[in-house]
C-alpha cells in the first residue's frame, strides 16, 4: 500500500492538531494505509513578515510528542536551520527538508547524522535529476534511510507545474518518492501578502501521481481550510481526506 504523510501546514494549537492526528489515524486505519502525521513547529519561509510561523521548537515539540505518545503515531516535521535536527529527532521519525533548502549541505549532514529517515523536497527551481546529490550528500554522512518528494517546478509568475516523469526519474536513484499533492498545486505568492492554490486539483495530481508510481502521497489537511494560518487555499478539508484517499486507493489497487 502507498505511504501517507499527512497533517495541518502549521501547528496552530494543541486542540487542533490532536483532532486532526485522531481523524487522519481513524481514516487510515480504516482504509490500512501505513500513516505519519506531519506539522511544522515553525515556517520559516513565509511570503510576508506578518505570516504566522507557528509556535516554535519548544511548544511545538512538546505537542508533537503528545500525538506521538498519546495516539502511538510516527511523526514528521520540516527544520531550517542545523541545530534543529538533533532536537527534532529526540520526537520525529521523518525529518524532513524544506524544498527551499534541499540543497543546504550543512541541514542534510545534521539530519542525516540524527540516524532518522530524512525526507528531502525538491526544489521548485531544480530538474529532478538534480536531486540525486541532495541524495549523495546524505549517503556519504552514513544515512541511507532517504526519501524524494516531488513538489512541483516553478513554471511562471506564481505558477508551478507538474512533470510526472520526474517522479520516475528519481525513483531510479534507489529511493521512495513522495508526492506532495498539496504544495504541487500552490501559487506562490499568489495573493500578494500570502500564497495562493487551487485545492480542486489535489485529487487529481494524487491519481496521476500513484498512476505512474509514487510510493506515497504528502497532503496537508485542516478542518477549515479557508481559515488556517498558512497554506489554506491549498489544503485539503480534513472531512474531505477520507474520500481523497479512497480514489487514490482504487487506482493503486488497480495498478
Not at 45 to 56: A, D, E, Q, V, W
Not at 149 to 158: A, L, M, V
Not at 235 to 244: A, E, G
Request: proline fraction near 5%.
Amino acid at each position: 500500500m502507498f505511504k501517507l504523510i499527512a497533517g495541518p501546514c502549521v501547528i496552530e494549537g494543541e486542540e487542533m492538531v490532536m483532532q486532526v492526528a485522531e481523524q487522519m489515524k481513524r481514516v487510515t486505519e480504516e482504509l490500512c494505509i501505513p500513516y505519519t502525521f506531519k506539522a511544522s513547529f515553525d515556517k520559516a519561509n513565509r511570503t510576508s513578515i506578518t505570516g504566522y510561523r507557528g509556535p516554535g521548537i519548544d511548544v511545538g515539540m512538546r505537542i508533537l510528542e503528545k500525538v506521538h505518545r498519546e495516539l502511538e503515531l510516527p511523526i514528521c516535521t520540516d527544520i531550517h536551520e542545523p541545530w534543529q535536527a538533533k532536537v527534532a529527532a529526540e520526537v520525529c521519525d521523518i525529518i524532513q527538508i524544506p524544498a527551499f533548502l534541499c540543497r543546504q549541505t550543512d541541514l542534510l549532514v545534521a539530519a542525516a547524522k540524527t540516524g532518522k529517515c530524512v525526507n528531502i523536497k525538491k526544489a521548485q527551481f531544480l530538474a529532478p535529476w538534480d536531486m540525486k546529490n541532495c541524495v549523495e550528500k546524505v549517503r556519504q554522512s552514513g544515512n541511507d534511510n532517504i526519501m524524494l518528494c516531488e513538489r512541483g517546478t516553478t513554471f511562471g509568475y506564481n505558477t508551478l507545474v507538474v512533470d510526472m516523469t520526474g517522479l520516475r526519474i528519481m525513483k531510479s536513484f534507489g529511493v521512495p518518492v513522495i508526492f506532495d499533492a498539496t504544495h504541487s498545486v500552490q501559487k506562490p505568492g499568489g495573493n500578494g501578502t500570502s500564497t495562493g492554490g487551487n485545492r480542486e486539483f489535489v485529487e487529481y495530481l494524487s491519481k496521476a501521481a500513484i498512476a505512474v508510481g509514487a510510493d506515497g502521497l504528502f497532503v496537508e489537511t485542516h478542518p477549515d481550510p479557508d481559515h488556517a494560518k498558512s497554506d489554506g487555499p491549498n489544503m485539503v478539508k480534513l472531512s474531505d481526506v477520507k474520500d481523497l484517499l479512497e480514489k487514490v486507493q482504487r487506482i493503486y489497487n488497480v495498478l
